[in-house]
């Protein structure tokens, strides 16, 4: 079972990668961006055949290490 995690910045919280990826769309000539939230993405694969216990596993993987939940969100998407 793969289980894929997004990981973003809570809304509020200063993104300066973010402003230089806008920044830097501008200067390539793409107009129109207003604002850009940059995050990490990790894919894991689990030994789990119960979605439940999948989710639990990496909701805990998440709430120990993955992210920084004082300043970050995360979601979970289990996969076969």
Known sequence: ??????????????DPQGKAIANALAN????????VRQGKYIELDLPHTDRA???ATVK?????LLANTVIEDYRVEIVD
Do not use: P, Q, W, Y
């Open 1 to 14: 079972m793969k289980a894929l995690v997004h990981i973003t910045l809570k809304t509020g919280v200063l």
């Open 28 to 35: 390539l000539g793409f107009s129109g961006v207003n604002d």
């Open 60 to 64: 805990e993987m998440c709430e120990r």
């Open 53 to 55: 216990a999948a989710g």
